[in-house]
């Protein structure tokens, strides 16, 4: 018998093979494509300092704001020019970064383009290390020509004063300081014709001060334009956005671009992964009563609002010509895109001003936080964390109101046992208790199909010696026999496959709760997990290998093979389908050969989970341990069943109303099916038929 079952053991790790490498192909080409390379070598700018891609440190590094410089000839246009200011780094906030001070940001603020290089939370770790420094948020860009590009940069004004008709760009001109202290910053440049100002931009940066217990985190942007000249004056201003949020999933490129916009009082949320390569994109014109509510740049855990505001300090602002989002690096390699503001013309009189407030976010995706400061819900911030459930992922396999659920569920249950492991696993037993019912009844039916269809088996052979070398009516006598019996082979199988069906969309929810639940990230386990959001790392291996079909790892994860292992085991605990006896020989081996083939498919299982969250990998080990004891209490329950006769099967009831439920359509597939394969597996189309 050893020497039979090679070449099925064989066979079956060539189909586990085969889909293993079907599944990273799809994997690393459509879900997690290769990580793009960051502008530059083999670092990346980050919040002013240079991290290594391979050991993760963070070394000091200066901000390069050394072009342009004040000798540079100003921006002469049409008899206009401007007059640069110094070049200066100024921060602003935290500016001695501790935790628990009076501010929760550190900035520092370029005077190139009035910028900003550098945004670090300082009530959140980079890392798990120890010596872990506060969360760099945002950061310089730089550009594959040497440039480098600020958050918050004032871009250009299109300026049109008496005759003259001109676009004056700012982005890279210098503007001169006028006030500064620990929480905010104004600077300002001057539009010049011959030696006398004509207008005058000035921006102000501010970091209020916010206990760290109310879990805010915000800075103003304020806008103040004023007419110098004698004319009147309409000025149309491109704001840039946030930049350089960096990627928090080493798989994927996590970072998205959102708009938010409210028409008619309902809110609509538009998204683009930041990585995009499409072209530049008008994501809001003020067309139908749509109303701007915010733009956001985020990752899995961290996001940049930047909503306009009206007078009365309220979102919607009427100033809003466009958002569009704008390639800045568009190429196979490395895509980078910011959201920028187009105001519409603003009209000043001779000697008036017009000043645009602006409030910004810069924090961690909390839809706790969100919904209980009253700013942040009149502005639907919540809205944003919803749309990025979505965007994960497998999560178009998941409902958003189960992710939202489960997020729920397992803050609450560590409300009560102080460690989200521990949730997980009482997570497990919970779904485990839920789905028992529906597990022990489909693999009880499972065997008294199989019983019933044992009893059959003299009947069976007695067609095949009826019918020898007439497959086909042997197929058709057989489905009579089933039906007069009543006994559908497919009905056993259907119910004992519907548990794992049910678990799949909470082993997604889960998924997509660990990607995008900021109160779990850093969060410990026990022993050697650190971090349940990231992969459980038992070994460090000093360097990244790119390994063949499993991409790029630093550790030796050990979760992984635990849920390879528990898999297994269960799947061999599994009871066995038994073979219809309509069966072909050829159909009969290849269903022994799917049923030698499962248990080998959790080995590949371990492969494609190895560099998922150790929290997901965790909830997996834990639910097929659980399962096996499981088992082996309904296989000793199904065992005492065995030794009692089959049931009866109940006579048809002709005025009974017949199912209508998804389960009973889900039966008359299969029964469907069956008939099918009776006839020999072909059915004619009666419809009419398209040419062409």
Not at 535 to 556: E, H, K, N, Q, W
Not at 614 to 620: A, E, H, V
Request: glycine share 8%; aromatic share 8%.
């Amino acid at each position: 018998m050893a020497d039979e079952s090679n070449p099925s053991v064989l066979k079956a790790l060539l189909w586990a093979a085969a889909a293993f490498v079907v599944w990273n192909y799809i994997a690393f080409n459509f879900i997690w494509p290769p990580k793009p390379k960051e502008p530059g070598d083999e670092q990346q700018q980050t919040a002013g300092r240079t991290v290594d891609d391979v050991s993760g440190q963070v070394a000091p590094a200066s901000i390069d704001d050394s072009t342009p410089g004040t000798d540079q000839p100003p921006a002469v246009a049409n008899g206009l020019h401007v007059v640069p200011g110094t070049l200066e780094t100024i921060a602003i906030g935290a500016v001695d970064e501790q935790v628990g001070g009076a501010h929760r940001i550190l900035a520092e603020v370029s005077t190139v383009g009035g910028g900003v290089v550098r945004a670090d939370l300082v009530d959140h770790d980079d890392s798990v290390a120890e010596d872990s420094p506060s969360y760099p948020m945002l950061a310089t860009v730089e550009m594959p020509d040497g440039g480098v590009l600020r958050s918050y940069t004032t871009d250009r004004i299109s300026l049109h004063l008496g005759e003259i008709q001109t676009e004056i760009e700012l982005a890279d001109v210098p503007w001169r300081v006028v006030s500064s202290d620990q929480g905010s910053i104004t600077m300002a440049v001057d539009v010049h014709r011959g030696d006398k100002p004509v207008l005058r931009i000035s921006k102000t940066f501010a970091i209020p001060e916010e206990p760290a217990e109310e879990h805010r985190y915000d800075m103003g942007v304020s806008l103040l334009v004023e007419n110098l000249s004698g004319d009147q004056a309409s000025v149309i201003i491109t704001q840039d956005g946030a930049m350089g949020v960096r990627r928090e999933d080493s798989r994927m490129d996590d970072r998205g671009l959102f708009v938010g916009v409210r028409e008619s009082g309902y809110i609509e949320v538009s998204s683009q992964y930041q990585s995009s390569k499409d072209p530049a994109e008008s994501m809001f014109k003020p067309e139908g009563g749509k109303e701007l509510l915010w733009t956001a740049i985020a990752n899995k855990y961290f996001v940049a609002f930047m909503t306009p505001l009206r007078s009365d300090g309220q979102p919607g602002a009427d100033w809003i010509a466009e958002a569009k989002r704008v390639p800045l690096i568009l190429d196979t390699d490395a895509n980078t895109h910011v959201l920028k503001l187009v105001t519409k013309p603003l009209i000043i009189a001779a000697g008036g001003s017009r000043q645009l407030e602006i409030g910004c976010y810069l924090g961690p995706k909390s839809r706790k936080t969100f919904a209980r400061v009253k700013s942040y819900s009149d502005r639907e911030y919540g809205e944003q964390v919803l749309e990025s459930y979505g965007m994960g992922p497998c999560a178009f396999m998941a409902f958003p109101s189960l992710t939202r659920f489960m997020i729920w569920l397992l803050n609450n249950i560590r409300v009560v046992v102080f460690n989200y492991g521990i949730a997980i696993i009482i997570l497990v037993l919970i779904v485990r208790t839920v789905l028992h019912p529906i597990t022990k009844r489909g693999q009880v039916q499972m065997m008294r199909v199989q019983q019933s269809m044992g009893s059959l088996q003299p009947r069976m052979a007695e067609l095949k010696k009826k019918f020898p070398n007439d497959k086909a009516r042997q197929s058709q006598e057989m489905m009579k026999i089933y039906q007069e019996e009543r006994i559908n082979p497919m009905t056993g199988m259907l119910s004992g496959c519907l548990p794992m069906f049910l678990q799949m969309p909470i082993w997604i929810a889960l998924y997509t709760s660990l990607n995008y639940n900021v109160d779990m990230r850093h969060q410990p386990f026990f022993l050697w997990i650190h971090d349940l959001t990231a992969p459980d790392c038992l070994i460090p291996l000093g360097r990244v290998y790119d390994l063949p079909l499993m991409g790029a790892t630093s550790c030796f994860n050990l979760l992984p093979i635990l849920v390879c292992l528990s898999m297994f085991f269960q799947q061999k605990l599994m009871p066995r389908q038994m073979s219809s006896p309509g069966q072909s020989e050829e159909q009969a081996a290849q269903s022994a050969q799917m049923q030698k083939m499962m248990p080998y498919m959790s080995l590949v299982m371990g492969v494609i989970f190895y560099n998922m969250p150790s929290g997901l990998n965790l909830y997996i080990a834990a639910s097929s341990t659980f399962g096996m004891i499981e088992q082996k209490r309904i296989r000793a329950h199904i065992e005492d069943l065995k030794k009692l006769p089959p049931p009866t099967p109940k006579a048809k009831d002709p005025n009974k109303v017949k199912k209508t439920g998804w389960f009973a359509k889900l039966q008359g597939m299969a029964e469907e099916a069956q008939k099918n394969q009776a006839k020999g597996g072909k059915t004619r189309n009666k419809g009419k038929g398209r040419r062409g």
